[in-house]
């Protein structure tokens, strides 16, 4: 592999991370969004998957984002008589985000990102030295 397709690698693998930090921050901002209706269902997490694609152009895997899924898992509920939304035993349907777990997977898209960032800036470094040896 040269240091381009090694650059073009690693942004892809940026822009991999940067999809998934969104999906997080989207999370995170909705951790304690109730039913928006009596009998509704508050906000359900979002997933992100990826996948490796050959661009046979470079003859190259990169990153691409397989699907943006939802998290079935059950919704916390929250005891809460006094709330239009409750049901009959006075308990609310809270989203099934979990802030602690946003918080690592935002920690290491963090950590990827700048991984892939270090790769490029190193790729570049030597495409530099490179060139001022051919100087």
Same mark, same amino acid.
């Given at each position: 592999?040269?240091?381009?397709?090694?650059?073009?690698?690693?942004?892809?693998?940026?822009?991999?991370?940067?999809?998934?930090?969104?999906?997080?921050?989207?999370?995170?901002?909705?951790?304690?969004?109730?039913?928006?209706?009596?009998?509704?269902?508050?906000?359900?997490?979002? =997933?992100?998957?990826?996948?490796?694609?050959?661009?046979?152009?470079?003859?190259?895997?990169?990153?691409?984002?397989?699907?943006?899924?939802?998290?079935?898992?059950?919704?916390? =509920?929250?005891?809460?008589?006094?709330?239009?939304?409750?049901?009959?035993?006075?308990?609310?349907?809270?989203?099934?985000?979990?802030?602690?777990?946003?918080?690592?997977?935002?920690?290491?898209?963090?950590?990827?990102?700048?991984?892939?960032? =270090?790769?490029?800036?190193?790729?570049?470094?030597?495409?530099?030295?490179?060139?001022?040896?051919?100087?």
């Amino acid at each position: 592999m040269d240091l381009i397709s090694a650059i073009d690698v690693a942004a892809s693998g940026m822009r991999a991370q940067t999809a998934r930090i969104k999906i997080i921050s989207e999370n995170m901002a909705n951790v304690d969004s109730g039913p928006t209706r009596p009998g509704g269902e508050p906000y359900r997490r979002k =997933t992100i998957s990826f996948k490796n694609e050959l661009d046979r152009g470079t003859n190259t895997n990169k990153v691409k984002v397989a699907a943006i899924g939802v998290d079935n898992s059950p919704f916390r =509920t929250r005891f809460d008589p006094g709330s239009p939304m409750a049901d009959d035993k006075g308990y609310v349907q809270m989203p099934n985000v979990n802030s602690l777990i946003e918080s690592a997977d935002m920690r290491e898209a963090q950590r990827s990102y700048e991984a892939n960032l =270090t790769a490029i800036e190193t790729s570049r470094n030597m495409i530099r030295s490179t060139l001022d040896l051919l100087r």
